[in-house]
């Protein structure tokens, strides 16, 4: 009989997974809303620069004088970074998944996430990310982000795992086709239950048990 291919890793997405997305279009509308901003013109400019910006080419504050300070506002830059910063809100259950199975079966943890720079900074250290992921292949700090395959590519030469060997959560369906595409196992994340178990469909058993998809 064949032996199944233990998983040594798993690779994840931060918005939508782990956490709220960081910065989209929810987001950025609530912004126009609370600031009183034109979306339409907010959303041009800021879709000229997201790619930049989230690769790390530009700073909050290079953003920031971009999309929304171009011209003279009646709020201030430290009051709309804080409204930017506080769109973030975590999934508690996703990430005691990770963290059990992390100890339960010795996996090496790695994000694969586009974010920019001082926002992606904020949520690792404001939801304690780092005590739980190993490396962060985020687009901010490698300068090329999902759906370039190469960002997969580098997260398994820092993993130093075979892709055969890793599972990628992804709430975005190209992202989880490029990634299956290099060998990678991967999960259509919509929700924790599902994902669970499929999980479980890897060999990856939760503290919880074995968990059956949903009827």
Known sequence: MKRAIPIKALFLDIG???????????ARQQAATNFQLELAEMEARHHLVFETYEEG???LEEYLGR?????KRSFTRAQFRRFMFAQSQPYPEMIELVAQLKVRHGLKIAVVSNEARELN??????FKLDGLVDSFISSCFVHVRK???DIFR???DIAQVPARQVVY??????????ASDLGIRSILHTDHRS?????????LQNDEGVIHEPS
Do not use: C
């Open 16 to 26: 939508g997974v782990l956490l709220t997305d960081g910065w989209d279009h929810q």
């Open 57 to 59: 080419k530009l700073t």
């Open 67 to 71: 999309v929304v300070f171009y011209q």
């Open 121 to 126: 900074e904020y949520r690792i250290r404001k």
């Open 147 to 149: 759906p370039d395959a």
């Open 154 to 156: 580098l997260a398994l």
């Open 169 to 178: 959560i992804e709430n975005t369906p190209m992202f989880v086709e490029v």
């Open 195 to 203: 994902t669970s178990a499929k999980l479980v469909s890897f060999g």
